[in-house]
């Protein structure tokens, strides 16, 4: 677990030219940078138009955003979301490219658990003191980064205290000025293995994440996978690093031009193409002085 070195800029076409990919993203800190409150966050300008793009070559690439987010909230960001899987709530809940909704973990258990925690933020949760509940349905964070430092540290560790020892169907996580308690069941490690299950275990798999959350998926990505740390942090699971939410976008853009036109309307004039010259070689044969008519229907 060293430092990882820094991932160069044509290793993620080569792994393309080698076959299909399943390209899987975080969202805050790597499509988004990190800001001073959950709902403040929004995605690069121009990582939209990327990711829509990419997704419009599948099946040679099926992107995902993977996120502690709620599905609903990551539509809300990155818009009309054509072609992508969103993985919502640290791996619980998955929309596929048509819309279709399923869930990946078993956390029905969470549910009572998840009420008493409700319970005791309510109860020990200052107000006006800079700390922010989220609360995301399978999971509830504790945001501290506008607080004062020793109140913060005072609360996490009853935080922490109260879900190992009250919530045994939760789990702690700690992020960028954030502590979260989280449905057992739910890993995003998980996720990317049904990811994997759903396009083809034959696709190389590419995560970039920069939380702590995101080792897991970083251990899930196979021997040929690619694992990416966006930032800085020691120690991780990831094979390589890049710098920030930036150097994402700039990578994501170069790959997409790597790949060229979408799949399908490049493989539809191929075929036609094809198509016509055989008509044409035929004619040739037969003798018919180019009267066969080519199709622009063919296969």
């Known amino acids: 677990m060293t430092r990882p070195p820094r991932l160069s800029a044509g290793l993620l076409g080569q792994a393309a030219g080698r076959g299909r990919l399943l390209l899987c993203l975080d969202f805050d800190g790597t499509l988004s940078p990190i800001v001073e409150t959950p709902h403040e966050a929004r995605p690069l300008p121009g990582v939209r138009a990327v990711l829509r793009s990419l997704s419009a070559k599948a099946p040679r690439v099926s992107v995902a955003v993977v996120s502690g987010r709620s599905v609903a909230q990551l539509r809300r960001l990155l818009g009309p979301a054509a072609g992508l899987y969103l993985v919502g709530t640290h791996g619980v809940e998955l929309v596929g490219p048509r819309g279709g909704r399923r869930r990946l973990a078993d956390v029905g258990a969470a549910r009572p658990e998840l009420a008493r925690l409700r319970a005791w933020l309510r109860s020990n949760v200052p107000p006006r003191a800079g700390f922010l509940v989220e609360d995301k349905g399978w999971s509830i964070a504790l945001h501290y980064r506008k607080a004062d430092p020793q109140a913060a540290a005072a609360l996490c560790r009853s935080f922490k205290r109260f879900v190992a020892r009250e919530t045994p169907a939760l789990r702690l996580s700690a992020g960028k000025m954030v502590v979260e308690a989280v449905a057992r069941a739910a890993n995003k490690g998980a996720a990317l293995r049904a990811l994997r299950r759903l396009v083809g275990a034959d696709a190389t798999a590419v995560y970039f994440g920069d939380d702590m959350t995101d080792e897991d998926a970083f251990g899930a990505v196979g021997p040929r996978g690619i694992s990416v740390l966006v930032g800085e942090r ?17 990578l994501l853009k170069k790959l997409n031009a790597s790949l060229g036109r979408p799949a399908s309307r490049s493989r539809g004039r ?17 003798g018919c002085g180019g009267r066969a008519k080519t199709s622009d229907r063919a296969g």
């Open 234 to 250: 020691a120690p991780t699971r990831a094979r390589f690093r890049v710098d920030g939410p930036g150097a994402v976008l700039q």
């Open 270 to 286: 191929n075929v036609r193409a094809r198509a016509k010259q055989a008509v044409q070689a035929a004619a040739a044969v037969c």
